[in-house]
């Protein structure tokens, strides 16, 4: 399995990157304007993290992630996580969304902001997207809204829905509340399980 990082130099993807590196055999790609890997993580203990140059203002750089796990024969991408750019208009993410489809990605997962319902401007435009996709086409998805970042909580809870099956929103609701982040999703699957044995 590889997942695709966006925002990979940013404050949630960096973490993860670390946390996916240490505790699973998964390819991580850190997708970045620079397309450089942290310092943090140049040890050979992370050795399945490789960066890769992806832009969301350059629709040429869409393609590097997947030309870059098909020449090094590693497995295709199987999700995407999703930090949009410092913008309002964020429109170019449902684009890049409908290029991964293509590609056969299956399962998104989509740090929002607590304010931002499916459907409303910027980052609800791409939740709506999402949604969408799921009734269309079976897009499995979670969309994540926290309020404020506190420690390493939003971090924990992105590692566990990308390291399994996106799950039943009841469940994550149920599951997830001591955590205090509100999670959307459709499609459900093994993730269940592994959340309910932590």
Request: hydrophobic share 35%.
């Amino acid at each position: 399995m590889t997942i695709l990082l966006t925002g990979g130099t940013g404050k949630t993807s960096t973490p993860l990157a670390h946390r996916l590196s240490d505790r699973t055999a998964q390819t991580v790609l850190l997708a970045s304007r620079k397309g450089i890997k942290p310092e943090t993580l140049s040890g050979s203990n992370h050795s399945n993290v490789h960066p890769v140059t992806f832009d969301w203002y350059d629709r040429n750089s869409w393609q590097n992630p997947f030309d870059y796990v098909t020449s090094r024969t590693l497995s295709q991408i199987d999700y995407i996580y999703l930090v949009a750019p410092f913008a309002w208009d964020v429109t170019m993410m449902n684009d890049f969304i409908d290029f991964a489809r293509e590609k056969s990605v299956n399962k998104f997962v989509l740090l929002s902001a607590s304010q931002a319902e499916a459907g409303d401007p910027s980052l609800g435009q791409v939740h709506g997207h999402l949604k969408k996709l799921s009734t269309e086409q079976g897009v499995q998805w979670v969309v994540i809204r926290p309020t404020w970042f506190i420690g390493n909580s939003v971090v924990q809870t992105i590692y566990f829905l990308l390291t399994s099956s996106i799950l039943q929103k009841t469940s994550v609701n149920t599951k997830l509340k001591a955590l205090g982040t509100r999670i959307q999703s459709t499609q459900y699957g093994e993730m269940e399980r592994h959340l309910l044995s932590l």
